[in-house]
């Protein structure tokens, strides 16, 4: 079955560091999503790509798309307190379009 | 325009009771997701539904889970005879279509099996 492998599990940084989470899929994928989801919170969607090397920037995240579309990351420049919490990548597929498969996520802790 | 809805919160039940949680998607949003997600792990897909449908229920346990959405009302997860497994955050999430760019979860139902 499909398999998003996303490392580290956990990462701890001091506030004003930079952060990178990795996935990796076994297949080709369509398109990959990203998603945050605070401490208590639920998964909240913050950007898609869709394009062979794609980068997309948000203020401080940068989300990139490998050439082959196989892996992603997610870049934080200059970590603050507000960026604590868990970020998933997601693929879509399956058996039906509306089934997304999550990698396990990386926990970020951000120490003041 | 209110987001997804999930209600209860929180909910705790003993084993071998029924647990039913809801969720009311996004107005205008016909496409119903539910996912499990088990204390420090990832979000496990459970079942996909439109209304008075079910798409894909591959992730769906075999026994004591189902799924239902009305043409009238929420969705409804269902879950009988509990047991200390079923312990888990439930989130759904809704679209309009079935290749929305990214979709809304609503804020979870918290189940305890005590």
């Known amino acids: 079955g499909q398999q998003v492998m996303q490392i580290p599990q956990y990462q701890h940084v001091q506030e004003g560091e930079d952060f990178t989470t990795y996935c990796n899929s076994s297949?080709?994928?369509?398109?990959i999503q990203w998603y945050k989801q605070r401490p208590g919170g639920h998964p909240v969607f913050l950007i898609q790509?869709?394009?062979?090397?794609e980068v997309k920037k948000q203020k401080r995240l940068t989300f990139q798309f490998g050439e082959a579309k196989k892996n992603s990351s997610l870049h934080i420049t200059a970590t603050q307190t507000t960026d604590v919490g868990t970020y998933f990548c997601?693929?879509?597929?399956?058996?039906?379009?509306?089934?997304?498969?999550f990698g396990q996520g990386t926990i970020l802790t951000v120490h003041p | 325009n209110a987001g997804v809805m999930q209600n209860p919160r929180h909910l705790v039940r003993r084993r071998g009771q029924e647990a039913r949680l809801r969720c009311s998607p996004m107005?205008?949003?016909?496409?119903v997701y539910w996912y499990r997600q088990l204390p420090e792990e990832g979000l496990k897909f459970m079942v996909y539904?439109?209304?008075?449908?079910?798409?894909?229920e591959s992730g769906m346990p075999k026994e004591r889970f189902s799924a239902e959405f009305p043409k009238e009302g929420p969705s409804i997860l269902r879950i009988q005879q509990v047991v200390r497994g079923d312990s888990a955050a439930y989130f759904c999430?809704?679209?309009?279509?079935?290749?929305?760019?990214?979709?809304?979860f609503g804020s979870g139902t918290r189940l305890t099996v005590v």
């Open positions: 997601a693929e879509p597929g399956g058996t039906s379009y509306g089934k997304l498969t």
């Open positions: 297949t080709t994928l369509s398109n």
């Open positions: 790509l869709v394009k062979s090397g």
């Open positions: 999430a809704s679209s309009p279509k079935t290749d929305a760019y990214g979709y809304t």
């Open positions: 539904l439109q209304k008075e449908n079910i798409i894909d």
């Open positions: 107005k205008g949003h016909s496409h």
